[in-house]
Nanobody, 121 residues
């Protein structure tokens, strides 16, 4: 019903920047919270940054001041601008969206397939 497609990952040197995008498509009535998670090799998935439908944001302490999350509601897209990247930011980044597909339905969480970000030292 709902698909999330991430893009923008890649290989970058430490200190560099990348911009991730996640576009939602399908049967969408409204989108509430949008969140970027990340999972490094051998570690649990962790929250990176989130943004509510009203534009309030929250960040993991490890990315505060370096990452910025924004959303374009007209395009059903969320972005993650990542600056001053560090090798420890290397992970697969996943987009998560809380979506209501019908006005009468409860919202459901959907996940993207993930995009690899690799930061070399």
């Amino acid at each position: 019903q709902v698909q999330l497609v991430e893009s923008g990952g890649g290989l970058v040197q430490a200190g560099g920047a990348l911009r991730l995008s996640c576009a939602a498509s399908g049967s969408i009535f409204s989108i509430y919270d949008l969140t970027w998670y990340r999972q490094a090799p051998g570690k649990q998935r962790e929250l990176g940054a989130g943004i509510t439908s009203g534009g309030s944001t929250n960040y993991a302490d490890s990315v505060k001041g370096r990452f910025t999350i924004t959303r374009d509601n007209a395009k059903n897209t969320v972005y993650l601008q990542m600056n001053s990247l560090k090798p420890e930011d290397t992970a697969v980044y996943y987009c998560n969206a809380d979506v209501r597909v019908r006005w009468y339905a409860r919202s459901t969480e959907y996940w993207g397939q993930g995009t690899q970000v690799t930061v070399s030292s």
